[in-house]
């Protein structure tokens, strides 16, 4: 089974609509980060946390929130999804020495 | 100045010869290095840590070091069409950043 998993893996939705993406992992680490990633402007930062009780925003948080619900489940929400929101988005969890292992993505599409 | 940058532009390169990419980092206090392969609609895998001056290798890949320069290198050997992917160098001080990437295009 795979340490970190992401749901949906993709999705279609339309301007206005909440949509949220799950991540859950298997790999007892503490730390958790969303980005999304756009041709040409590679991974961005949206959401990291480093406990349940411990969220900060990242470079591009605006738009999206996020909930951590367990040591092992970090979830992204858009409240309201513009179609710049159009992304892949990548679920990570961070290891001891900084190295991260990615989820294998959402592809987001929004009309 | 980026935090990490890669020099732009596909590589590509004839089956069976080396590819080498290059990273240069912004923060002096970056204490580990890794770089990612990612292929085309896929996430980014892991490939290499190097965390001290030198080089590290593992199976066909080289991780080259140099803080004193601050850049890191990845050399892959003998590549394969396998090999074709974007690299994804990635940095860490405070927190960890990752540059641009460069697309890697290995010619059967």
């Known amino acids: 089974d795979a340490d970190v998993t992401q749901t949906p893996r993709n999705r279609i939705t339309k301007t206005g609509k909440r949509i949220m993406l799950e991540c859950s992992q298997t790999k007892g680490h503490d730390r958790m980060y969303w980005y999304r990633q756009d041709p040409g402007l590679g991974l961005r930062l949206i959401y990291y946390?480093?406990?349940?009780?411990?969220?900060n925003k990242g470079e591009i948080s605006d738009g999206y929130s996020v909930s951590r619900q367990a040591q092992a489940k970090f979830s992204l929400s858009l409240e309201s999804a513009i179609p710049n929101q159009t992304a892949l988005y990548f679920c990570a969890t961070s290891g001891g020495r900084g190295e991260q292992f990615f989820g294998p993505g959402t592809r987001l599409t929004v009309l | 100045q980026k935090e990490v940058e890669q020099n732009s532009g596909p590589l590509s390169v004839p089956e069976g010869a080396i590819a080498s990419l290059n990273c240069t980092y912004s923060?002096?206090?970056?204490?580990?290095f890794f770089w990612y392969r990612q292929y085309s609609g896929k996430s980014p895998e892991l490939i290499m840590s190097?965390?001290?001056?030198g080089d590290k290798e593992d199976g066909r890949f080289t991780a080259q070091l140099n803080k004193a320069s601050q850049y890191v290198s990845l050399l892959i050997r003998d590549s394969q069409p396998s090999d074709s992917a974007t690299y994804l160098c990635a940095v860490k001080a405070d927190r960890l950043a990752f540059g641009k990437g460069n697309q890697v295009v290995v010619i059967p």
């Open positions: 190097i965390y001290s001056n």
């Open positions: 923060d002096r206090g970056s204490q580990s």
């Open positions: 946390s480093f406990d349940v009780k411990d969220i």
